[in-house]
Structures are given as structure tokens and as C-alpha cells.
């Protein structure tokens, strides 16, 4: 398989990844409105804490798996490049591995310090 038909296939794969997984976050987002529309059409004054719960902000925790995860594609990437063992592929396959790694440590680094900082602030 040439190159070019690699990428197209590899970019066609993403994309109807990425549509499926929006197209869930889009059936859970109608989920939540029928049933706040239902809680509020029985009993409006139960409608309130529903609606308190939902406005709370979430746990950041799949920030934290994000960032490991792709560090580990990074590395997983690089290492396969070097067990090919062709220079040329090598170098490609290193330089993809780039993305990843640096997108995953930045998403760390922000996790760190934001933990640091929110400790600072406390005083622990």
C-alpha cells in the first residue's frame, strides 16, 4: 500500500472516529433534556436540585488519563519506529511521535500546576 493511501486511510478512520464519539456526546446531551424537561413538566420544584446537580462542575480526571494516554502513544510510536529499523521511517515515525508527546506533557505540566497551585492556596 503506497504512502498517500495510508494517510487518506488513516485521516478517513479519525474522522468517522471522531463523528461517532460526537454523535454519542450528542444523543447524551438529548437524554439530559427530555429528562429536565420531564422533571420540570411533573414537578417543577423538584427541577431545581436536578438542575443544581447538573451545573456543578465535573472531576478534570480525564485530563489526567488524556495526557497519559497520549505519552504512551508517543513512546509506543517511537519505539515502533526504531524496532523498523529503516532510517527514513525512522525519522518519519519519530517526528509523528512528536505530536503526541508534546501535547501529552503540556496537558501534565498544566495538570501539575494547577495541583500546585491549589495546594499553595491552601496552605498544605
Do not use: C, N, Q
Not at 17 to 33: D, N, Q
Not at 102 to 124: P, S
Amino acid at each position: 500500500m503506497p504512502v498517500t493511501e495510508m494517510i487518506v486511510m488513516v485521516s478517513v478512520f479519525a474522522a468517522v472516529a471522531l463523528s461517532f464519539v460526537h454523535v454519542l456526546r450528542l444523543i447524551g446531551t438529548i437524554v439530559i433534556h427530555r429528562t429536565i424537561r420531564r422533571a420540570v413538566e411533573v414537578d417543577p420544584g423538584t427541577a431545581l436540585p436536578l438542575l443544581d446537580s447538573l451545573a456543578a462542575p465535573g472531576s478534570k480526571d480525564g485530563d489526567d488519563r488524556l495526557s497519559v494516554l497520549l505519552i504512551a502513544i508517543g513512546i509506543a510510536m517511537v519505539a515502533a519506529s526504531i524496532v523498523i529499523g529503516d532510517p527514513g521511517w525512522m525519522h518519519y515515525g519519530i517526528a509523528a511521535a512528536l505530536f503526541p508527546l508534546i501535547v501529552g506533557t503540556a496537558l501534565w505540566l498544566r495538570l501539575f500546576f494547577l495541583e500546585r497551585a491549589r495546594r499553595g492556596g491552601r496552605g498544605e
